[in-house]
């Protein structure tokens, strides 16, 4: 007899910013275990390439074309989203940018830009997806990507930093407000995760010395690591789960890491 705890077969699953990185590993991971998948982006070309590439489970995997910096097209991509499938049951609330730069050096418009998408954005998907699920009386699962920035900010990412503590607390305001619903809002807090748009970053010898001197499991971060937890907040296998920030971060949180010599 198949355990079906963790199983999330046949669950409709939306995965805002699922072209590349984080979400695109996600949205696959999903639909490798039989669920009905739809990955929303901002560029229709990866989008449409990254949805025939991951195409290898139980159901096609589906796309739309949305800007989450656009408020007003993300209710028309939620609805579109419902009509294919018919209702909801859990979102991936990916879609994230960042900007290196020193505080002072920021403008305005960078701010906006960073929190635009990682912070309103982010809150409005949730939002339009939270008001579905209650429609539906049938609860469901919101799973955020948060940061371990909300934990301990670095340097030269402020405005990011910024939103992604903004997101633990919406995690966890979200997860109070809709319990009665038994919609179950979580947000996962990646590490240091190997994406094409951190491969040059991490090239440098200097910044993985760095990194196995203070990351426990002394590795990078590849975006498959992210899958189980999402597969496990989405299941009945956290049923009682919500308003929680897992940090998956190969340890890096766990304390500081000091030079003295254990013998």
Same mark, same amino acid.
């Given at each position: 007899?198949?355990?079906?705890?963790?199983?999330?077969?046949?669950?409709?699953?939306?995965?805002?910013?699922?072209?590349?990185?984080?979400?695109?590993?996600?949205?696959?991971?999903?639909?490798?275990?039989?669920?009905?998948?739809?990955?929303?982006?901002?560029?229709?070309?990866?989008?449409?390439?990254?949805?025939?590439?991951?195409?290898?489970?139980?159901?096609?995997?589906?796309?739309?074309?949305?800007?989450?910096?656009?408020?007003?097209?993300?209710?028309?991509?939620?609805?579109?989203?419902?009509?294919?499938?018919?209702?909801?049951?859990?979102?991936?609330?990916?879609?994230?940018?960042?900007?290196? #730069? /020193?505080?002072? !050096?920021?403008?305005?418009?960078?701010?906006?830009? $960073?929190?635009?998408?990682?912070?309103?954005?982010? =809150? %409005?998907?949730?939002?339009?997806?939270?008001?579905?699920?209650?429609?539906?009386?049938?609860?469901?699962?919101?799973?955020?990507?948060?940061?371990?920035?909300?934990?301990?900010?670095?340097?030269?990412?402020?405005?990011?930093?910024?939103?992604?503590?903004?997101?633990?607390?919406?995690?966890?305001?979200?997860?109070?407000?809709?319990?009665?619903?038994?919609?179950?809002?979580?947000?996962?807090?990646?590490?240091?995760?190997?994406?094409?748009?951190?491969?040059?970053?991490?090239?440098?010898?200097?910044?993985?010395?760095?990194?196995?001197?203070?990351?426990?499991? #002394? /590795?990078?971060? !590849?975006?498959?690591?992210?899958?189980?937890?999402? $597969?496990?907040?989405?299941?009945?296998?956290?049923? =009682? %789960?919500?308003?929680?920030?897992?940090?998956?971060?190969?340890?890096?949180?766990?304390?500081?890491?000091?030079?003295?010599?254990?013998?």
């Amino acid at each position: 007899m198949t355990d079906t705890l963790f199983s999330v077969a046949d669950a409709v699953v939306l995965v805002s910013g699922g072209s590349r990185g984080i979400g695109r590993a996600l949205a696959e991971g999903f639909a490798e275990r039989g669920a009905h998948v739809t990955i929303t982006g901002r560029d229709a070309q990866s989008l449409q390439q990254t949805a025939s590439e991951i195409s290898k489970g139980k159901y096609p995997v589906d796309y739309i074309v949305c800007d989450v910096a656009q408020p007003d097209e993300i209710p028309r991509m939620v609805d579109a989203a419902v009509k294919k499938a018919g209702k909801i049951d859990c979102l991936l609330n990916v879609a994230g940018v960042n900007v290196r #730069k /020193r505080v002072e !050096q920021y403008t305005v418009a960078e701010f906006d830009g $960073i929190l635009n998408i990682n912070l309103k954005g982010a =809150f %409005l998907v949730a939002q339009e997806v939270g008001r579905r699920l209650i429609a539906q009386k049938t609860g469901g699962s919101i799973i955020n990507i948060d940061s371990l920035n909300s934990f301990r900010p670095l340097k030269g990412v402020q405005p990011y930093a910024m939103s992604k503590a903004a997101i633990s607390a919406m995690t966890r305001g979200m997860a109070m407000e809709w319990g009665e619903h038994q919609i179950r809002v979580n947000a996962i807090a990646p590490g240091f995760i190997l994406t094409d748009l951190t491969k040059k970053l991490w090239s440098d010898p200097k910044m993985q010395e760095w990194n196995d001197a203070n990351c426990p499991l #002394k /590795r990078l971060g !590849q975006t498959e690591d992210l899958v189980g937890t999402a $597969i496990f907040l989405a299941s009945d296998a956290a049923k =009682f %789960l919500t308003g929680q920030v897992i940090y998956v971060d190969g340890g890096m949180t766990c304390g500081m890491q000091w030079p003295i010599p254990l013998s």
